[in-house]
Each structure stands twice: as C-alpha cells, then as structure tokens.
T-cell receptor
Framework: AQSVTQPDIHITVSEGASLELRCNYS??????LFWYVQSPGQGLQLLLK??????LVQGIKGFEAEFKRSQSSFNLRKPSVHWSDAAEYFC????????????FGAGTRLAVHP | ETGVTQTPRHLVMGMTNKKSLKCEQH?????MYWYKQSAKKPLELMFV???????ENNSVPSRFSPECPNSSHLFLHLHTLQPEDSALYLC????????????FGSGTRLTVV
C-alpha cells in the first residue's frame, strides 16, 4: 500500500541555519512527489513537485528537494531559514490513475528561533 | 478572483444547528476534495468528486453531506454535529489526468459548541 512517512514531528532551528525535512514514501511505481507548507489557520500551499527528470527540484521561497529512488526519499532543504518559514510542512505522493489521489504524510512542524 | 475560495472562514455552531460550508474554484479543475484537519491528527480525506461524481467517501458519518452541483462548486452540509467535529475543513481542487497536485483553499475553522 502507498504511504508517506515524515519521521520528525517537530523540528526547531535557529534563524539562518540550514534545514532538512525528511520524507520517505512507499509506492510501487514511479512516484509523483510534492511538498506543501501550511501556515497557522491557512490552507496548504504547494512548495515544489517532482514528476520526472532532474532529481533535484527547486521550489518557491528558496526551498529545494532531492528525489532519491534508492532510498525512497524526497527530503526538503533550505540553506538558510528565515523566521517566516515557521509552519507545518507536508510531503505527499501522487498515485496515478483515477482522480490523482494524493497520500499525505503526518507533517513536520518547524519552529524557528531568532 | 482566482484559486480556491472557502466560505465562511470561521463558523461556530450548536450541535442542533444546520449549516453549510462552501468551496468555489476558479481554476477550471474537474475534481474537488474535502479534507478534515484536527489538532495533532493527520489530514483526513473525507470526500472526492471527480467530474461531478462522488468517487470516494471515506467512512464519513452521515451528519456530513457533500454536494457538488457543478465542477466549480462544492458544499459540505452539516447537521447535528458533535464537539469532536470541531476542526479546520479544507477544500482542494485538481485536474483529473494531470499529475499536478492539488490547490487548497484557506479552510473553514469550525467550532461545535
């Protein structure tokens, strides 16, 4: 069965530090992978997506993610975190066929210390 | 107006009330979704409409009743809710057959008293 695991429930980093949020997926075929961000009380905003091709994808707000098929991972990174990056981050895998079902991870809440 | 719009943003209702949440998308998408997001719980997919037909109903209690009159509008009718139904209700849309992910609305914060 398809699934997404985000091992870290909470992460705290200092402003200006680098960030890596982990995501592991389970899916038999080539996955479509997504990262979303949710600010408090808001909906989810798409940060970036991977469909095929270059395994390093760039997104909005200075984020990037790397697809590693051998590790079934799609980790999100940012070289220097800003206080405004404090939010919850969701990884998702797209299941092809039908209505394009997305399987979401449980999310990682990021806190940023000044 | 663009994107996915949800109204109202906040709703407080008694357990005996009847209310409706509305979602409208201006993206030309043909699939729409309702999600429930409770504190400290993963996102829960409630209903999916694809090409205006309900294609998924994830064991949601009958006190929640979805309606999709056309591909641009989605409603969630609520009646005799319980306090545990208090949550953020998110609507999303996508294009069937195109693996582009979902576009989400800002949600309706529902409090059942």
């Amino acid at each position: 069965a398809q699934s997404v695991t985000q091992p870290d429930i909470h992460i705290t980093v200092s402003e200006g530090a680098s960030l890596e949020l982990r995501c592991n997926y389970s899916y038999g075929a080539t996955p479509y992978l997504f990262w979303y961000v949710q600010s408090p009380g808001q909906g989810l905003q798409l940060l970036l997506k991977y469909f095929s091709g270059d395994t390093l994808v760039q997104g909005i707000k200075g984020f990037e993610a790397e697809f590693k098929r051998s590790q079934s991972s799609f980790n999100l990174r940012k070289p220097s975190v800003h206080w405004s990056d404090a939010a919850e981050y969701f990884c998702a895998v797209g299941v092809s066929g039908g209505y394009n079902k997305l399987i979401f991870g449980a999310g990682t809440r990021l806190a940023v210390h000044p | 107006e663009t994107g996915v719009t949800q109204t109202p943003r906040h709703l407080v209702m008694g357990m005996t009330n009847k209310k409706s949440l509305k979602c409208e998308q201006h993206l030309g998408h043909n699939a729409m979704y309702w999600y429930k997001q409770s504190a400290k719980k993963p996102l829960e997919l409630m209903f999916v409409y694809s090409l205006e037909e309900r294609v998924e109903n994830n064991s949601v209690p009958s006190r929640f009743s979805p309606e999709c009159p056309n591909s641009s509008h989605l409603f969630l009718h609520l009646h005799t809710l319980q306090p545990e139904d208090s949550a953020l209700y998110l609507c999303a849309s996508s294009q069937v057959g195109v693996a582009m992910g979902y576009t989400f609305g800002s949600g309706t914060r529902l409090t059942v008293v």
